[in-house]
């Protein structure tokens, strides 16, 4: 019954997709827009029963019954319904309809352009539709009704998690309305820097989504998977990311569009690189290519399809845009101009997005000719290090700059004052830290250099405040203070394996650690064994919980740190599951300095896109 | 030739010359940090000891684990040939006899090996997908295996 009732609104929301398609090509433009957003409404329908049957916990449906438990907690129950491949994919189908929806609502200035952007994006969301009823359906029904679900993994069960898969398809997803936007201005020859301002605040947004989900995994990855750190170099994370420097590439490139009307072909190439892009981390992820966290599917038959939707979107999107794409004059610019400094940021993003690719593909290539290899994280740091250092001069020099001209005398004095009050600065810090590096003192001078410029800027040493962008401010600020604790935190770090018994003292460097109590807790779906923990750094004591879960259903063991965030650092702790006949426990303890700035730096970077989204000068 | 061509000619040449160097930086990167993965049964047919950081895995022998303070040793199989291995530090949670796993580190001799990671897994039911493939060729993989 509840299987047959969501069956037919998903059927029905395919059939009008179809009809909105058929409209379109009989020229009844209104009507195919309409049509669209009745298939769109229906599908919002069908993923609110899918809550339903989660949060009442119907096990006739096969996606509750993999995924749902009658002893997990109602929030939990909830987050389940997105919580596996079947779930995910509607609300992946869902979004690309609301984005569509959204812009059907709040655009009417040029009807043809709005049907043929809602053409694009129908057709986007119908073939993921397609893929749902014939090799995803949630709502696949189980006979005899089982009398209880088999779980969710319990380190998904988790408040973050809750909101890191919505955030991160909003952001995925938006691309899809990015590239819409960019093949009806291609097919409607209208791509221009009028353009540019209508589609600006759709892809700072989708922009601004991504980097809040991105950095909703980073956060819970840093607590939950208890291994001290925030970034892994993971193939899934990595798949993230590459959508991200594809999109940040973008947003800069659209800017000269909206502001000079150049680089209108490069813009639409990197809008069909970026949902590509968006494409392919959701194949990497759910194709079961990969082990992670990540990987429900593992019906290699869903990859295939996937990789075939991939392939068929870019090249057809590839396609228009050779064809349609008008012949642009060469226009001469001066090295040291904003444009060119927007060039070599477009270059450099590109460029890591290039070396985070191959690292993450290599090793599926290699497996096809079965060889099986993994890329460690030093691939990462020791390639991309150098570069990192150049993008963040040219990223204080850039904004300095002006438009088309070449750089004036006074801008040159400023910034070798700044340069030089960077490296001075950095040159104490190695002095008193006693760690003589040459990449930390290149990583702390260079994101300082990007800092103290953005500071100068602002506080009007130099500049009148006539002409900051707060958004480009906040957002960039952000990026010199994530690289800079970055770096630091990877530099002044400890960490320390140990065992330990009630009563037991441990000390490292000017910390102690005193195992004082360990008790077992029995809460709703898990038992708990609790630890206390005092701490002592230089006379000031503080305690910390880490605890084991020994969930019921699904039955696993799952270890829950405990952080206490002190001014400049960050101590964690996490135990280990204690062998059965004796009272020793294993635990590990992190000393994780200058955390605090990359969430802060993380904040300020979203911070700033979200001003500019609703930014209404150009 | 006149300078416009000159100019153009050097520009080329530069981009060609930095471009190989940066490819060349790559790729060795990208040797230097490859980590192959061996099953028991793939070091025994190797010809040449691998001397650098690899990764080995297979099924974890059921009475193999002992432990001595913070130090382990047990013994990975792929139930044809097995691997002594020794591990220093935390063991995770969900590392268990009887159950697929995944260890990083050198190779002492041909069949000793000092690990220096265990690679976590996520649930009890996952199964590392080299483990998997490595039990299919000696075939030794049941269904019931990371279902």
């Known amino acids: ?618 | 030739m006149n300078n416009k061509v000159k100019k153009r000619l050097y520009f080329f040449l530069v981009s060609i010359i930095t471009a190989l160097i940066i490819g060349k930086f790559i790729f060795d990167s990208l040797k230097v940090n490859s980590v192959y993965f061996f099953s028991p049964t793939d070091l025994k047919n190797t010809t040449e000891i691998p001397n650098g950081v690899i990764r080995i895995g297979g099924m974890v022998k059921v009475e193999s684990l002992k432990k001595k303070g913070n130090q382990y040793s047990f013994i990975v199989t792929d139930f044809k040939n097995e691997i002594l291995v020794n591990y220093s530090g935390i063991k995770p949670n969900l590392f268990e006899e009887g159950q697929g796993a995944v260890v990083e580190g050198k190779l002492n001799t041909r069949t000793n090996f000092v690990a220096t990671k265990i690679l976590a897994k996520h649930d009890e039911n996952y199964m590392p997908k080299e483990v998997a493939d490595a039990l299919k060729k000696t075939g030794n993989w049941k269904k019931n295996y990371g279902k």
């Open chain 1, 1 to 618: 019954m509840a299987s047959s009732l969501a069956n037919i609104i998903l059927i029905l929301s395919i059939f009008f997709s179809f009809l909105s398609n058929l409209f379109f090509f009989k020229k009844k433009i209104k009507l195919s827009i309409h049509t669209f957003n009745w298939s769109s409404i229906l599908t919002i329908t069908s993923f609110l029963l899918l809550i339903f049957y989660f949060s009442s916990s119907n096990f006739s449906i096969s996606a509750v019954y993999e995924n749902s438990h009658t002893l997990k907690p109602f929030f939990y129950k909830l987050s389940g319904t997105w919580g596996n491949h079947e779930g995910s994919l509607l609300l992946f189908i869902l979004i690309v309809g609301l984005y569509g929806t959204l812009f059907s609502l709040f655009y009417d200035k040029n009807i043809t352009f709005k049907s043929w952007v809602i053409f694009f994006q129908n057709n986007i969301y119908l073939i993921f539709l397609i893929f749902l009823i014939v090799k995803s359906n949630p709502f696949d029904l189980i006979i005899p009704t089982p009398e209880e679900g088999l779980g969710l993994n319990p380190i998904l069960q988790d408040p973050l998690l809750v909101f890191h898969p919505p955030f991160l398809y909003l952001g995925y997803v938006g691309f899809s309305l990015t590239l819409s936007l960019v093949l009806a201005a291609l097919v409607t020859k209208q791509l221009d820097s009028t353009w540019a301002k209508i589609s600006w605040p759709w892809v700072m947004s989708s922009w601004v989504f991504l980097t809040i989900g991105i950095t909703l995994g980073s956060i819970w990855a840093y607590y939950e998977l208890g291994w001290g750190g925030y970034w892994f170099w993971d193939p899934v994370e990595n798949a993230s990311l590459m959508p991200w420097l594809a999109g940040t590439a973008l947003i800069h490139s659209l800017l000269v569009l909206k502001i000079k009307n150049k680089m209108q072909n490069w813009t639409a190439l990197l809008a069909i690189l970026t949902f590509s892009l968006s494409l392919l981390g959701t194949f990497l992820v759910r194709s079961g290519i990969l082990n992670s966290v990540h990987a429900f599917a593992n019906d290699p038959d869903r990859g295939i399809f996937i990789l075939v939707i991939i392939f068929l979107i870019t090249t057809i999107s590839l396609l228009i845009h050779t064809f349609y794409s008008s012949h642009t004059t060469n226009y001469k610019i001066s090295f040291f101009s904003k444009e060119n400094f927007l060039n070599i940021n477009n270059l450099f993003l590109l460029f890591f997005l290039f070396i985070i690719l191959l690292g993450t593909t290599y090793p599926i290539i290699l497996s096809a000719l079965n060889e099986s290899i993994s890329i460690g994280p030093d691939y990462y740091n020791t390639i991309l290090a150098p570069f990192i250092f150049i993008f963040l001069i040219a990223m204080s020099i850039g904004p300095i700059l002006k438009w088309s001209q070449s750089v004036r005398l006074k801008d040159t004095y400023f910034f070798l004052i700044v340069f030089f009050i960077a490296l001075l600065f950095s040159f104490l810090i190695i002095i008193f830290s006693k760690r003589n590096e040459l990449i930390l003192y290149l990583g702390l001078a260079s994101s300082l250099v990007l800092i103290l410029t953005i500071l100068f800027e602002v506080s009007k040493i130099r500049y009148k405040i006539h002409f900051i962008n707060l958004s480009r401010v906040f957002s960039h600020l952000g990026v010199g203070i994530f690289i800079l604790s970055v770096f630091l935190n990877s530099y002044f770090s400890k960490t320390k394996d140990f065992e330990i018994q009630i009563g037991e003292i441990k000390k490292f460097d000017n910390v102690s650690l005193n195992l004082t109590n360990q008790n077992i807790l029995k809460i709703n779906n898990y038992l708990e064994m609790r630890t206390d923990f005092e701490i002592i750094e230089n006379n000031k004591l503080f305690t910390l919980n880490p605890s084991i879960r020994r969930y019921f259903q699904p039955d696993q063991i799952t270890s829950e740190t405990s952080i206490k965030p002190t001014l400049l650092s960050n101590h964690y702790l996490v135990i280990n599951f204690p062998d059965l006949n004796s009272k020793i426990i294993g635990a590990r303890y992190y000393y994780n300095f200058f955390i605090h700035g990359i969430w802060f730096g993380l904040v300020l970077i979203i911070f700033g896109g979200i001003l500019s989204v609703f930014k209404k000068r150009v």
